[in-house]
């Protein structure tokens, strides 16, 4: 192996953008990750990474009723989330590790995977999934490339996501609901 870099990082998170939204406290909260990075023989390539985000007071988007019975959205300090999981990439030169490549060019293989457990851990909506946080997003492809030309072939999966705190889903208001996966 070599290019082999591992990290670790620690953030206090301190969110000062201004937003239209009622809020009682400020959202706060903190960052960690943990990865490692780097190639083999210029074979394989590999990025791997371990995330935690806890975020106080989070700003969330719920769904309210005004005095004439219209749906609006809302965002407010909702609770207490807790962002978990993994994201990686590896990819591997099939046409190099077959030491082939400098008469057919390169042919590479890769994944792009990110695994995430978003959830509220307290207030009324604990246990519901975190806003725009789907569990899994997956990219599998391949790459051709001979010297200026170039193409790839890409597959993707996305799991179901919720617009709103209290994981709605159906809703008259087009920006609320559940946000069918894909792939």
């Known amino acids: 192996m070599k290019n082999t870099i591992g990290a670790a990082r620690y953030k206090k998170l301190i969110i000062t953008e201004t937003f239209n939204f009622s809020s009682s406290n400020d959202p ?22 371990l995330f935690y985000l806890a975020y106080n007071n989070r700003i969330g988007t719920v ?6 019975g219209s749906l609006y959205t809302f965002q407010t300090n909702t ?5 978990k999981g993994i994201e990686s990439y590896v990819e591997l030169n099939v046409t190099r590790a077959l030491e082939i490549n400098k008469t057919v060019g390169n042919i590479s293989v890769y994944n792009s995977l990110a695994y ?9 909506f604990k ?3 975190v ?9 599998i492809g391949i790459t051709y490339a001979k010297k200026a030309l170039s193409a790839s072939v890409q597959l993707s999966h996305q799991t179901e996501a919720f617009a709103d705190a209290a994981n709605t889903i159906r ?13």
């Open 28 to 49: 706060k909260g903190y960052h960690a990750d943990l990865g490692i990075r780097g190639s083999v023989k210029s074979l394989f390539n590999y990025d791997i990474g």
């Open 63 to 68: 769904e309210r009723t005004d005095e004439a």
């Open 79 to 83: 609770a207490r989330s807790v962002h």
């Open 116 to 124: 995430t457990n978003a959830r509220y851990t307290q207030g009324e």
């Open 127 to 129: 246990g519901n999934k």
């Open 131 to 139: 806003e725009y946080a789907p569990k899994l997003i997956n990219r």
């Open 171 to 183: 809703s008259s208001n087009p920006i609320i609901g559940r946000s069918p996966g894909t792939g």
